[in-house]
DNA sequence: TCTGGGGTCCTAGGACCC
DNA sequence: TCTGGGGTCCTAGGACCC
């Protein structure tokens, strides 16, 4: 085992209430709210919208009153910025470390693995660089966190965050033993890194109540627990509590790497497209509609990563939030054989699925669909005795359709009435900011 | 009434992340 | 009135095999 890793994890304060801030400065100290898509939920919120006391997931209608009293501003997510601005953030990092040793680990989060620094670096002061040059670069404000692990260095931002004393850049490595205890003895076990909801709850009933109770838990011991838990046929099993994955955070707080940088994009194993409605909706055209794009959205990922879906889900439900309607949720999953990318057959066979678990007359909140079982297109095997072929038509057809957008927009063309947006039923955005990025009209001005 | 002992593979669902 | 979306990994249990 080598005992001489350094991972740091780099994370944009605020990420989109800052970003929102950078191209609107008269934002600035307001408390300030991103929301989720058709405006539902709180998910970020600036410094003085976290003094108010909201959470992150608030429902938004429940934030009207305190919205009134503190004159909080709220925003409507604006990914195309966030993901342009996650871009440069990536690559002013990049700038500065060897890229082989950066993996982007979420649109705010950046995993650098500094083992081969330390001979010839100071840890902390390289973090202060790190943070400087990207508030010079971009202007957004950063932390690191610094350990001998991604569990540890996920911790020490997380105490980077929370405490000024650190200036941003707390770093694990420079600290001794009796520092470390006495830190993570005052930090909940729930703050650690994949320890969620109902492991807290679990733990806390063994007498782990904070992060120094957990690192100091024998991860054998933990592993043999078994806890109740009641299946689908209302019978009691004895499951087991923990996974390997608590033992590996358990060795991860000690020090121990247990997981590494994760370099190689790797194309992805499930694309889910789905959003919820705006307004109910209950006839089946309009849901039709909503597929069709949804459809045409994963395609594109699809096609990005050179892929082709096995499998394509199909969902639709109601809103489980209107206790006063008729609950249903259903999916309708369907083989692809063999698999494809073709546009036109997904969507036929999503339409297909709905047909078969749509019945009028529920109020339908939201539907999706997934794609699964993906391979790669290229090492796609037909099958020797089947007497389908490999659709030459179709590939070419998708080949030029992905040339007209690359041309002239992603939705130039389209798969039989998809509007160029969604219909006005489907989302609720009611105050978006520019794409000060993404559109030349919309690019700030400078007097 | 009694009725083995292993394996592997697949899938649904849970838990977690941001 | 109004409650997000897109991912990953792990486990249990069933089906199947010899």
Not at 260 to 274: M, N, V
Not at 325 to 338: A, G, K, R, V
């Amino acid at each position: 085992m080598r005992t001489d890793r350094a991972f740091a994890l780099c994370d944009i304060n605020n990420a989109y209430a800052s970003m929102e801030t950078l191209f609107n400065p008269s934002l600035r100290d307001r408390p300030l709210v991103v929301l989720s898509n058709n405006d539902g939920c709180v998910v970020a919120r600036s410094a003085s919208a976290k003094k108010l006391g909201i959470k992150m997931g608030a429902p938004w209608f429940e934030l009207k009153e305190l919205a009134k009293a503190h004159d909080i501003v709220a925003l409507s997510s604006n990914y195309v910025l966030y993901g342009e601005m996650s871009r440069r953030f990536v690559a002013v990092l990049e700038s500065c470390v060897c890229p082989d040793d950066v993996e982007q680990y979420s649109i705010d989060e950046v995993f650098i693995d500094l083992s081969s620094y330390q001979a010839l670096h100071d840890l902390t002061e390289l973090g202060k660089t790190l943070r400087d040059r990207v508030a010079g670069h971009i202007g957004l404000q950063i932390c690191v966190g610094i350990g001998q692990s991604k569990t540890r260095a996920k911790l020490a931002n997380h105490w980077a965050k929370k405490h000024a004393q650190f200036g941003g850049v707390c770093n694990f490595l420079e600290m001794d033993q009796a520092t470390v205890d006495r830190r993570m003895a005052r930090t909940e076990v729930g703050e650690v890194w994949n320890v969620g909801r109902k492991q807290v709850k679990k733990l806390n009933s063994l007498g782990i109540a904070s992060v120094l109770d957990l690192a100091q838990a024998d991860p054998d011991e933990l592993l043999h627990r078994s806890s109740e838990m009641t299946d689908r046929n209302g019978r009691v099993r004895n499951q087991k509590a923990f996974s390997v994955v608590m033992a590996r955070t358990i060795r991860e707080l000690r020090g121990e790497t247990c997981y590494e940088l994760e370099k190689d994009k790797k194309p992805r194993k499930q694309i889910i497209s789905s959003r919820s409605f705006g307004e109910l909706v209950t006839q089946r055209e309009p849901i039709e509609q909503a597929l069709r794009y949804y459809v045409a959205n994963a395609v594109r990922k699809l096609m990005d990563d050179r892929s082709v879906a096995g499998t394509i889900t199909v969902f639709i439900h109601t809103n489980r939030f209107r206790t006063q309607d008729q609950q249903y949720s259903n999916h309708c999953t369907i083989d692809i054989d063999p698999p494809t990318n073709d546009l036109i057959e997904l969507t036929k066979m999503a339409i297909f699925g709905l047909s078969r678990i749509f019945y009028p007359n529920f109020n339908y909140k939201k539907a999706g669909i997934i794609l699964s079982d993906i391979q790669p297109q290229s090492g796609l095997n037909l099958d020797l005795f089947s007497d389908q072929v490999w659709d030459e038509k179709a590939e070419r057809l998708m080949t030029a359709m992905a040339a007209v957008a690359a041309k002239f927009g992603r939705d130039t063309v389209k798969i039989g009435n998809v509007d160029h947006k969604l219909p006005d039923w489907e989302r609720k955005s009611e105050n978006q900011s520019p794409l000060y990025l993404a559109d030349i009209d919309q690019v700030p001005i400078v007097y």
